[in-house]
Nanobody, 122 residues
């Protein structure tokens, strides 16, 4: 069993920054790759970014490349998503998830957090 808890969401002006955190717990949690997804009202959940648990390879959706950075702190068993130059279209609930499968399909993720809300104002 893996438990994921997101934090760091909030209200930010367009062009601003936020850092989301995802704290993982569970005996095998460190052996799962972690991903971030987001879901805006009326839209499907979409892939944002992921980090491979074994080699630290990172992956990004085209819409966030160059603005978002995923990283992890193994000692804290925490994954971060640094979001810079936020746009109105980045507003959504952001979810952290864990997978041992391919990174970009939400159906491959076995464990999910409750989500944290990011609101971007103009």
């Amino acid at each position: 069993q893996v438990t994921l808890v997101e934090s760091g969401g909030g209200l930010v002006q367009a062009g601003g920054s936020l850092r989301l955190s995802c704290a993982a717990s569970g005996r095998t949690s460190s052996t799962y790759s972690k991903g971030w997804f987001r879901q805006a009202p009326g839209k499907e959940r979409e892939f944002v970014s992921a980090i491979n648990w074994s080699n630290d390879n990172t992956y990004y959706a085209d819409s966030v490349k160059g603005r978002f950075t995923i990283s992890r702190d193994n000692a804290r068993n925490t994954v971060y998503l640094q979001m810079n130059n936020l746009k109105l279209t980045d507003a959504a609930v952001y979810y952290c998830a864990a997978t041992r499968g391919s990174y970009d399909n939400p159906t491959n993720y076995r464990y999910w957090g409750e989500g944290t809300l990011v609101t971007v104002s103009s």
